[in-house]
């Protein structure tokens, strides 16, 4: 069965310094968006991507954070300046058919910050 | 503001039981709806979307009441494998947002 992939599984970084988190979506996949968990708390929706751009962003979706797709697999997300807030679980999920679909998640990268 | 409400529990319910969960969503403009399972420490795995009709998928029921706004699961013979934590989570899609709305989650815990 075909599977949302994320690397790294874990990364540590020290307060303001940049992150990037890879994502590989299923491979039929058109629409690819990211979600944070905070520990203890409910999964957030931070941006979703279709056909190059940007469909929707959260307001946890500020300037310090980005998402490119550099080639026909991979979609990342790119924290310039790292605060310790941004500690959290960071889910990469994609669907086939848009807006009503059913979105299917990767495993996720826990992200430290100290 | 778009919000999804669950009693986050803890349900305890001994094996073979049945176990039904209801949650709220705020945006009666709301479009799509789901629920999803969460494993400690793990990504949110679909278990069903949720249809206006109602829909079953082996020992789990889902219901939808659009008038009331809330979203309901029901697990018949609860097995001890169905210990998690379960997302009520909807997307309020329209205008082009797309990004999903996850409640906090009910947590249950299934006992031999």
């Known amino acids: 069965e075909p599977e949302v992939t994320q690397t790294p599984s874990h990364q540590v970084t020290q307060m303001g310094q940049e992150v990037i988190l890879r994502c590989v979506p299923i491979?039929?996949?058109?629409?690819f968006y990211w979600y944070r968990q905070i520990l203890g708390q409910k999964v957030e929706f931070l941006v979703s991507?279709?056909?190059?751009?940007?469909?929707?962003k959260s307001e946890i979706f500020d300037d310090q954070f980005s998402v490119e797709r550099p080639d026909g697999s991979n979609f990342t997300l790119k924290i310039r300046s790292t605060k310790l807030e941004d500690s959290a679980m960071y889910f990469c999920?994609?669907?086939?058919?848009?807006?009503?679909?059913?979105?299917?998640f990767g495993p996720g990268t826990r992200l430290l910050v100290l | 503001r778009k919000e999804v409400e669950q009693d986050p529990g803890p349900f305890n319910v001994p094996e073979g039981a049945t176990v039904a969960f209801n949650c709220t969503y705020s945006?009666?403009?709301?479009?799509?709806f789901f629920w999803y399972r969460q494993d400690c420490r793990k990504e949110p795995k679909l278990l069903m979307s949720?249809?206006?009709s109602g829909n079953e998928d082996g020992r789990f029921t889902a219901q939808l009441n659009r008038a009331s706004q809330y979203i309901s699961l029901l697990i018949r013979d609860s097995k001890l494998s169905d210990s998690a934590t379960y997302l009520c989570?909807?997307?309020?899609?329209?205008?082009?947002?797309?990004?999903?709305?996850f409640g906090k989650g009910t947590h249950l815990i299934i006992q031999p």
């Open positions: 991507f279709y056909n190059n751009e940007i469909s929707e």
């Open positions: 989570v909807v997307n309020h899609s329209g205008g082009g947002a797309d990004g999903l709305t």
């Open positions: 999920a994609s669907n086939a058919r848009g807006p009503r679909g059913s979105q299917y």
């Open positions: 945006n009666s403009a709301s479009q799509s």
């Open positions: 491979s039929n996949h058109l629409y």
């Open positions: 949720v249809y206006s």
